[in-house]
């Protein structure tokens, strides 16, 4: 089974592929190696081990990976790394079919096995021959595991979930990760503290429905206090920090009660991360969404309602099997309708084992692209147009350092603006520490970003009566 050699493979690289969640798996196990003596590197080149963690929700994602693992195994087959591990989504999808195709990795750990991460390294380092580690997708982040947040210091991904209790027909989530598994509100609320004590200003909560938080632990336990409702009060009220973002709603969870919390709370930002994939209620019905087009219209006018301020992002899918031209055409008006203020929108990819997949009426490439270009151009519009009234408001920003493009521009976010996922604020004028909160006035305007000054409390007003 095992050598009496042991090879010491200490440091170790991670490449992080896919969705948050994903990052925060490979947070952890970066944190249980550190704790058992590993040291984790910034660069491929200087590791032992290299280990991709990879995304397996749809095409592009599974070939992203494909490509980063072939990538390594070329640095292995170079003698610049010693050890390739395949880790995550797609290992755990496809186990022996991706153990075949690719030999240039030495492991494969599955999404029910990356917490034993530092105990697989350890053995095979030892000589065991072994070389796939797979489970069921059961494992839950308990308020004692390891990790190290690999985001700026300003700003941490914070679990609440795993797993998923939907059941939508285009997505394999559910095969990947299992059903709904919720954190306990003690335990989310401590690690949080935790988080804030660090330095943390801004927590983006993470999940796969964050509307569906606390429904299994309720299931168990009707004296359960698990709920969405109880965990943004909570955490508003108890975390300290100062921004609490909120991403992958559904939209049949969100209540007037969630939304009157957001209002009244300062540090629960005014963002709705809503992916409604589609408004025609024959495709909502083909892709087992529980809701209708008239009842996602009325969450929407709830919300304006109650906080016009509001910034809504939302997700749709084109080409899914059966999408007529004319329920696109339906799709486009309520896009228009709607005027969301961030829109982001895929192409339908088959998926193994799910029911989509399965489905007759597939759109061809040809078709798909168009829909997905109509619908990012009029997005682009609306974005364009809403970042034009922006100018000469003041909003806050949370400095994030130097601009991607130029040294000489500061860079930031504001509260309407998700991490990696929306635009920024580029600062010409003014000086800030990275991880401040500072006030800045929109000076210019871009589809996707911002331009602005810093100004002070004191001295904005006076500036505006000076120009």
Known sequence: MSQTTQVDNKKVHF???GCPKNL?????MAGTLMKDGFEVVSDAAGADTVIVNTCGFIEDSKK???????????LKEQGAIKRLVVAGCLTQRYKNDLVEGLPEADLFVGSGEFQNISKILKSHDQGEAKKTYFNLPTYLQEELTPRVNSQPKHRAYLKI???CMKRCSFCAIPLIRGNLQSRNLKNV???AKLLVAGGVKELVIISHDFTDYGWDLKRKNTAAIESPYELLKVLSEESGAQWIRLLYLYPDGITLEMVQLIKKSRNLVKYFDMPLQHVNNEMLKLMNRKMTRQEIQSVLNNIREEIPEAVIRTQFIVGFPGETEEAFQELLEFIK???????GCFKYSPEENTPGGKMENQIDEETKQRRYDAVMSLAQQISLE??????GQTIEVLVEGYSDETDLLLQGRSSQQAPEIDGYVLINDGQANVGDIVKVKVTESMEYDLIGEIVTEDTSDLRDLLR
């Open 161 to 163: 979930s795993e797993g």
């Open 337 to 343: 309708l709607n005027r969301f203020d961030r829109v």
């Open 189 to 191: 609320l401590n690690e």
């Open 15 to 17: 490449i992080s592929l």
């Open 386 to 391: 809403k970042h034009q009234a922006m100018v």
């Open 24 to 28: 925060v798996d490979s947070e952890i």
């Open 64 to 74: 992203e990976s494909i490509q980063r693992i072939l990538d390594m195994g070329q």
